[in-house]
């Protein structure tokens, strides 16, 4: 089975898009041709899996592609499809150290503007020969307030064995999203299920059959580097993403499933499925594998000898700027979370001291704190561990809250006014308020926690909410069983749109197919909401 690269005739933002990727190329999906040495291809060197941008601020931005050999990355951006008088950027040398993936940055750009930008691929040996330019178009960050700002988010995708459905259209629910002609999304983590096999179908509980797209590197958990490679191409293979990332900017942040579920810094598995069981030689494949295919600005080859990693601030002009979470890497083990002295958390305690610094200095209208995970709802590890933050404990924090309740009571103490946090990661959608008269920990101000997905992957019911930062469950929509296919129950996204006049915040958690299941407007200028 194979799928086709879109052609020119793809519905696109002011048809910016048109000729983007040749109509005539076509990805197998078997997986003999894409595990084919590049440099045994003929011809010009060609990017099929289409292009995209990441980390956009109002001057600047990262454009990713990947090429099928060698070749010499060019990015030309201009403020018309036409491309006359075009700037060129002259990217990296892609080769097989990067899976043949690049990322150029792009700076110097005017602010609040359409940016439309290609990408040409060189062959390095004869400059002459090129390949057929990709293109793609993104909107820089506004430096003017009354512009305005409106994001998506969501997160977890081609996950519980629910991969590229073919007979329902794909990933659909991209396609849905970039008609929104949102000015990015927020990607909250579990971009992929390195730990979920795709199998060829599914029969359902009413007799239906799910037919899957299948590849080699999605017949097992992915272990060595070109497995989980192998992992992220694989969700590029779906036309409505590529022609969702060829117009939408994305800020991407990881949690568990981008290596293994329920992964923790030192941990050994005894999981039959490994046959490595060192869960720091996994995640150091699979956080290669991320940066080589998403364009993150703190992974993008800095030269500098400073830290690569996730965690990072997103500054989108005056009225937003958005805190990129890792509560991954730096965590302490899963556990039962009864602790009554832990420095380590849930984001170690560098990032803490990083995330205090940087509210503190943030200057925006509002700050979004973009987490893989949620702070209330009990994610249970096994029988007796828990996974997020969360214990079931609805007394005074414990464990991983410990943190938590550091950085809240910091927030109040110094007055950071417009705090949102916005996650995915539990397959369902709510929206849950947090104050300090429900509470067990009162030394906080009220805030707001929204959750949205899954993108393209099983729904399931909605967890157990913990008392001990008082959240109430003001909305939510999630399925009575477990592991429901996306065709019986439909992805969430979520919308926040920020007006330029007022200040306002409206959130509005989305359904597919069209539908607002839940708004919520917030004002500007509060501590707490």
Same mark, same amino acid.
């Given at each position: 089975?194979?799928?086709?690269?879109?052609?020119?005739?793809?519905?696109?933002?002011?048809?910016?898009?048109?000729?983007?990727l040749?109509?005539?190329?076509?990805l197998?999906?078997?997986?003999?041709?894409l595990?084919?040495?590049?440099?045994?291809?003929?011809?010009?060197?060609?990017?099929?899996?289409?292009?995209?941008?990441?980390?956009?601020?109002?001057?600047?931005?990262?454009?990713?592609?990947?090429?099928?050999?060698?070749?010499?990355?060019?990015?030309?951006?201009s403020?018309?499809?036409?491309?006359?008088?075009a700037?060129?950027?002259?990217?990296?040398?892609?080769?097989?150290?990067?899976?043949?993936?690049?990322?150029?940055?792009?700076r110097?750009?005017?602010?609040?503007e359409?940016?439309?930008?290609?990408?040409?691929?060189?062959?390095?040996?004869?400059?002459?020969?090129?390949?057929?330019?990709?293109?793609?178009?993104?909107?820089?960050?506004?430096?003017?307030?009354?512009?305005?700002?409106?994001?998506?988010?969501?997160?977890?995708?081609?996950?519980?064995?629910?991969?590229?459905?073919?007979?329902?259209?794909?990933?659909?629910?991209?396609?849905?999203?970039?008609?929104?002609?949102?000015?990015?999304?927020?990607?909250?983590?579990?971009?992929?299920?390195?730990?979920?096999?795709?199998?060829?179908?599914?029969?359902?509980?009413?007799?239906?059959?799910?037919?899957n797209?299948?590849?080699?590197?999605?017949?097992?958990?992915?272990?060595?580097?070109?497995?989980?490679?192998?992992?992220?191409?694989?969700?590029?293979?779906?036309?409505?993403?590529?022609?969702?990332?060829?117009?939408?900017?994305?800020?991407?942040?990881?949690?568990?499933?981008?290596?293994?579920?329920?992964?923790?810094?030192?941990?050994?598995?005894?999981?039959?499925?490994?046959?490595?069981?060192?869960?720091?030689?996994?995640?150091?494949?699979a956080?290669?594998?991320?940066?080589?295919?998403?364009?993150?600005?703190?992974?993008?080859?800095?030269?500098?000898?400073?830290?690569?990693?996730?965690?990072?601030?997103?500054?989108?002009?005056?009225?937003?700027?958005?805190?990129?979470?890792?509560?991954?890497?730096?965590?302490?083990?899963?556990?039962?979370?009864?602790?009554?002295?832990?420095?380590?958390?849930?984001?170690?305690?560098?990032?803490?001291?990083?995330?205090?610094?940087?509210?503190?200095?943030?200057? @925006?209208?509002?700050?979004?704190?973009a987490?893989?995970?949620?702070?209330?709802?009990?994610?249970?590890?096994?029988?007796?561990?828990?996974?997020?933050?969360?214990?079931?404990?609805?007394?005074?924090?414990?464990?991983?809250?410990?943190?938590?309740?550091?950085?809240?009571?910091?927030?109040?103490?110094?007055?950071?006014?417009?705090?949102?946090?916005?996650?995915?990661?539990v397959?369902?959608?709510?929206?849950?308020?947090?104050?300090?008269?429900?509470?067990?920990?009162?030394?906080?101000?009220?805030?707001?926690?929204?959750?949205?997905?899954?993108?393209?992957?099983?729904?399931?019911?909605?967890?157990?909410?913990?008392?001990?930062?008082?959240?109430?469950?003001?909305?939510?929509?999630?399925?009575?069983? @477990?592991?429901?296919?996306?065709?019986?129950?439909?992805?969430?996204?979520?919308?926040?749109?920020?007006?330029?006049?007022s200040?306002?915040?409206t959130?509005?958690?989305?359904?597919?197919?069209?539908?607002?299941?839940f708004?919520?407007?917030?004002?500007?200028?509060?501590?707490?909401?």
């Amino acid at each position: 089975m194979s799928l086709p690269v879109p052609g020119s005739s793809s519905p696109t933002r002011r048809g910016v898009l048109r000729g983007s990727l040749a109509a005539s190329a076509a990805l197998t999906l078997g997986g003999t041709g894409l595990g084919a040495p590049a440099f045994a291809l003929s011809g010009r060197p060609r990017a099929e899996w289409g292009v995209q941008a990441g980390d956009v601020t109002a001057s600047s931005g990262l454009v990713w592609v990947r090429a099928d050999r060698p070749a010499r990355m060019l990015v030309e951006t201009s403020a018309t499809e036409s491309f006359r008088h075009a700037r060129r950027h002259f990217g990296p040398l892609i080769g097989a150290g990067t899976d043949f993936t690049g990322t150029t940055a792009l700076r110097g750009l005017p602010s609040g503007e359409q940016i439309h930008y290609r990408v040409t691929l060189v062959d390095p040996d004869d400059p002459r020969r090129t390949g057929e330019p990709v293109s793609g178009t993104f909107r820089t960050a506004p430096s003017r307030r009354r512009d305005g700002v409106r994001f998506l988010w969501s997160g977890d995708i081609a996950g519980q064995g629910w991969g590229i459905n073919p007979d329902i259209g794909g990933f659909r629910a991209y396609e849905e999203m970039r008609r929104l002609d949102p000015d990015f999304f927020l990607c909250s983590g579990d971009t992929i299920y390195a730990d979920g096999v795709i199998q060829p179908s599914v029969t359902l509980p009413d007799g239906r059959i799910w037919r899957n797209v299948t590849t080699l590197e999605k017949a097992k958990v992915a272990e060595t580097l070109d497995e989980y490679r192998g992992n992220f191409r694989y969700n590029l293979l779906d036309h409505n993403v590529r022609a969702f990332n060829a117009q939408v900017p994305s800020v991407v942040q990881w949690d568990d499933h981008e290596v293994r579920n329920n992964w923790y810094p030192g941990q050994i598995l005894d999981d039959p499925r490994y046959t490595e069981k060192d869960v720091d030689v996994l995640a150091a494949r699979a956080s290669r594998a991320f940066g080589e295919y998403f364009p993150v600005s703190t992974l993008h080859a800095r030269g500098d000898g400073r830290e690569r990693r996730v965690h990072r601030v997103v500054r989108y002009g005056p009225l937003l700027d958005v805190f990129v979470l890792d509560m991954r890497s730096y965590r302490n083990a899963n556990s039962p979370g009864r602790q009554a002295d832990d420095t380590t958390g849930i984001l170690g305690a560098e990032q803490l001291a990083w995330l205090k610094r940087e509210l503190a200095a943030s200057r @925006a209208v509002w700050k979004v704190l973009a987490a893989d995970m949620p702070i209330g709802l009990v994610v249970p590890d096994g029988a007796a561990n828990f996974e997020a933050i969360a214990q079931g404990d609805p007394g005074a924090p414990l464990g991983r809250e410990l943190q938590i309740a550091e950085l809240l009571r910091f927030v109040k103490h110094r007055r950071i006014t417009g705090t949102v946090w916005l996650t995915a990661d539990v397959h369902y959608t709510s929206a849950q308020h947090y104050a300090p008269e429900r509470a067990a920990f009162q030394d906080f101000a009220p805030f707001w926690e929204f959750v949205s997905g899954p993108l393209a992957a099983g729904g399931f019911p909605a967890n157990a909410l913990d008392a001990t930062f008082g959240p109430e469950r003001v909305f939510v929509r999630a399925p009575e069983r @477990a592991n429901l296919s996306p065709m019986e129950s439909p992805q969430y996204f979520g919308e926040v749109d920020i007006d330029g006049h007022s200040g306002e915040l409206t959130v509005r958690l989305r359904a597919e197919g069209g539908t607002v299941l839940f708004s919520k407007v917030l004002q500007p200028g509060r501590v707490g909401q």
